[in-house]
Nanobody, 115 residues
Framework: QVQLVESGGGLVQAGGSLRLSCAASGIITSIVGMGWYRQAPGQQRELVAAITRGGSTNYADSVKGRFTISRDNAKNTVYLQMNSLKPEDTAVYYC?????????WGQGTQVTVSS
């Protein structure tokens, strides 16, 4: 059974940093594409960052240069390092496959950036 559990969110001031973690079980994250997504209140869920099986990464324009997606194959965990956070980054952040697969959305982790 595949499980993706997000953690690491919290409340941070603008300009601060957070690192989100996505611990995976039932899959091997090094052989699949994985992504981080976010959903702000009243908005659609959007892709924030993705990493392919081969390690290539891509980012939403709004986070380029500030966020970094990575994975630790030994821990079967995918990370999202978020620097220079802005109030508009406030959202619930989710990890899923890339492209995302229905039924694998977890609880997400709340990120709130205060101005």
């Amino acid at each position: 059974q595949v499980q993706l559990v997000e953690s690491g969110g919290g409340l941070v001031q603008a300009g601060g940093s957070l690192r989100l973690s996505c611990a995976a079980s039932g899959i091997i994250t090094s052989i699949v594409g994985m992504g981080w997504y976010r959903q702000a209140p009243g908005q659609q869920r959007e892709l924030v960052a993705a990493i392919t099986r081969g390690g290539s990464t891509n980012y939403a324009d709004s986070v380029k240069g500030r966020f970094t997606i990575s994975r630790d194959n030994a821990k079967n965990t995918v990370y999202l390092q978020m620097n220079s956070l802005k109030p508009e980054d406030t959202a619930v952040y989710y990890c899923n496959f890339s492209p995302p697969r229905p039924g694998y959305w977890g609880q997400g982790t709340q990120v709130t950036v205060s101005s």
